[in-house]
Nanobody, 120 residues
Framework: QVQLVESGGGLVQAGGSLRLSCAASGSIFSVHDMGWYRQAPGNQRELVASITNAGDRKYAPSTKGRFTISRDNAKNTVYLQMKNLNPDDTAIYYC??????????????WGQGTQVTVSS
């Protein structure tokens, strides 16, 4: 069993900042790509940012320059620092990780989601 637990969401005014965290725990042999996705009401879930275990990063065009993804491999934790937030960033943010368990079975795991609301 592998669990992802997110934290750090909340309500912030436009122009403000938030930092999301997501920690993986359980029967983990190794953690590979980690990322953040978001889903706004009526929209499909979309990639916000991702990072490999080597530190290579990808960003959605709408977040590049405002969001920074990072990870602490020793803690199996991924972070998303969000700056200059605007109302279009309002969504439920989900953490995703590719994890190999003790049986060396690789699977994708999702967190439960954390709400980010940006007021104008």
């Amino acid at each position: 069993q592998v669990q992802l637990v997110e934290s750090g969401g909340g309500l912030v005014q436009a122009g403000g900042s938030l930092r999301l965290s997501c920690a993986a725990s359980g029967s983990i042999f190794s953690v590979h790509d980690m990322g953040w996705y978001r889903q706004a009401p009526g929209n499909q879930r979309e990639l916000v940012a991702s990072i490999t275990n080597a530190g290579d990063r990808k960003y959605a065009p709408s977040t590049k320059g405002r969001f920074t993804i990072s990870r602490d491999n020793a803690k199996n934790t991924v972070y998303l620092q969000m700056k200059n937030l605007n109302p279009d960033d309002t969504a439920i943010y989900y953490c995703k990780a590719a994890v190999a368990d003790y049986g060396l079975v690789l699977g994708d795991y999702w967190g439960q989601g954390t709400q980010v609301t940006v007021s104008s």
